[in-house]
């Protein structure tokens, strides 16, 4: 069956950094674009990077360009968000998602991993 695993998160201070993993199973992974998300506590889950199936394209939102880098490795079936110069906006559940190409739509999600950034 499908399953999307993240993991990396942790309680971290400002200005430190994190590397999310994604390990993906059960789909044929680089046919897929993939993307990060975040869903911080009393609101919605939204987009903040995405990468497509051969790696070619990624996209962030404004907030985290020049401090995020999302990447892949399709030889591993896992996608990672490096996280540089942390900031307390950055906390949140990060879920990996993939996303039929062409798609706005994530087809499968991971159940998610904490980032807590203190000040």
């Known amino acids: 069956q499908v399953q999307l695993l993240e993991s990396g998160g942790g309680l971290v201070q400002a200005g430190d950094s994190l590397r999310l993993s994604c390990a993906a199973s059960?789909?044929?992974?680089?046919?897929?674009?993939m993307g990060w998300f975040q869903q911080a506590p009393g609101k919605e889950r939204e987009f903040v990077a995405g990468i497509s199936g051969n790696g070619d394209s990624t996209y962030y939102i404004d907030s985290v360009k020049g401090r995020f880098t999302i990447s892949r490795d399709n030889s591993k079936n896992t996608v990672y968000l490096q996280m540089n110069s942390l900031k307390p906006e950055d906390t949140a559940v990060y879920y990996c998602a993939a996303i039929v190409s062409g798609s706005y739509t994530p087809s499968y999600w991971g159940q998610g991993t904490q980032v807590t950034v203190s000040s």
């Open positions: 059960g789909f044929t992974f680089s046919s897929y674009d």
